[in-house]
């Protein structure tokens, strides 16, 4: 899925579209994509001047946004958003720098009808970032 794809699945909008492509996609399953990160990004102003990393909480929220477009990719209707239900055992083991493409990786072990859980790994280069079990919910927007 390219990013216009992506645009019409997810609710999300700059700057916290957090989600470049999908490379791959199992309806279901499991999916792949990747984050460009660019010293542009509005984050590294503020995380950290002089030394900016992407911080950790955004690498968990481009795993959602993934886990998001296996929620919503077969949904008719525009109005349901996947909201965070719970993460588990999150752990950090590498800074993600400017000039980094960051490749974020998710796997269903439960669904039911309004309910998603998956393991989301986030690396970069082949050397993990990120993980964590991360669950949702879906909801509507304005209600």
Known sequence: MNIREIQAILPHGYPFLLLDRVLEFEKGVRAVGIKNLTINEAFFNGHYPGNPIMPGVLIIEALAQLAGIIMLHEVE???????????????????????????????????????????????????????????????????
């Open 77 to 143: 209707s525009d109005d349901l958003v996947p909201l965070f239900a719970g993460i588990e055992k999150a752990r950090f083991k590498r800074q993600v720098i400017p000039g980094d493409v960051l490749r974020l990786e998710v796997e269903v072990t439960a669904k039911r009808s309004n309910y998603l859980k998956v393991i989301g790994k986030a690396s970069v280069d082949g050397e993990l970032a990120a993980e964590g079990i991360l669950s949702f919910a879906v909801a509507r927007m304005n209600g």
